[in-house]
T-cell receptor
Framework: ETGVTQTPRHLVMGMTNKKSLKCEQHLGHNAMYWYKQSAKKPLELMFVYSLEERVENNSVPSRFSPECPNSSHLFLHLHTLQPEDSALYLC???????????????FGPGTRLTVL | GQQVMQIPQYQHVQEGEDFTTYCNSSTTLSNIQWYKQRPGGHPVFLIQLVKSGEVKKQKRLTFQFGEAKKNSSLHITATQTTDVGTYFCAGSRYSTLTFGKGTMLLVSP
């Protein structure tokens, strides 16, 4: 499946590093999402963008900074992360989005992040 | 806030046995979706249920949405090793999808 791509697939970073995760969708969707998946926890929604505007931010620490320059691209900028931020970060897209959207979500392969 | 709970967290079956995972919401849902995540993979959409009491089938998989639209189940008949993975339900009511913790299914040949 190549509808939603994510780079890099694996990332190891120190707590003082700055890095960015990239997501691109080729489905013509208008909404994009960042999720965090940790072991033994449900998928945690971090950010939702609809038509490039952020519509939901579930109280994510400021060391995570999203950017959505257009409806096809989504970034997650990382700065001074903690070891407990190590997880699989999944990007998803849907046809429409926002607080009342229940459209099917198409997930990317994820970025496996390890913070040392 | 809205909570979606899934049970069991984990199940190990012999190939050919049936499997069921249950999803329960603290609030009435507008719809429920099911996703499957293979080991090392990402969640992939399986199906969406919208109507009260709805039942849908995909080959050996049967999905049900409760009459009160607060619970759902996924039943797999005669499991195969290819069914291995984690099955997530995700429900929504006036907000973006809330995922359950998932049920991890292991199938031994």
């Amino acid at each position: 499946e190549t509808g939603v791509t994510q780079t890099p697939r694996h990332l190891v970073m120190g707590m003082t590093n700055k890095k960015s995760l990239k997501c691109e969708q080729h489905l013509g969707h208008n909404a994009m999402y960042w999720y965090k998946q940790s072991a033994k926890k449900p998928l945690e929604l971090m950010f939702v963008y609809s038509l490039e505007e952020r519509v939901e931010n579930n109280s994510v620490p400021s060391r995570f900074s999203p950017e959505c320059p257009n409806s096809s691209h989504l970034f997650l900028h990382l700065h001074t992360l903690q070891p407990e931020d190590s997880a699989l970060y999944l990007c998803a897209s849907s046809l429409t989005g926002g607080p009342t959207s229940t459209d099917t979500q198409y997930f990317g392969p994820g970025t496996r992040l390890t913070v040392l | 806030g809205q909570q979606v709970m899934q049970i069991p967290q984990y199940q190990h079956v012999q190939e050919g046995e049936d499997f069921t995972t249950y999803c329960n919401s603290s609030t009435t849902l507008s719809n429920i979706q099911w996703y499957k995540q293979r080991p090392g993979g990402h969640p992939v959409f399986l199906i969406q249920l919208v109507k009260s009491g709805e039942v849908k089938k995909q080959k050996r998989l049967t999905f049900q949405f409760g009459e009160a639209k607060k619970n759902s189940s996924l039943h797999i008949t005669a499991t195969q090793t290819t069914d291995v993975g984690t099955y997530f339900c995700a429900g929504s009511r006036y907000s973006t999808l809330t995922f359950g913790k998932g049920t991890m299914l292991l199938v031994s040949p």
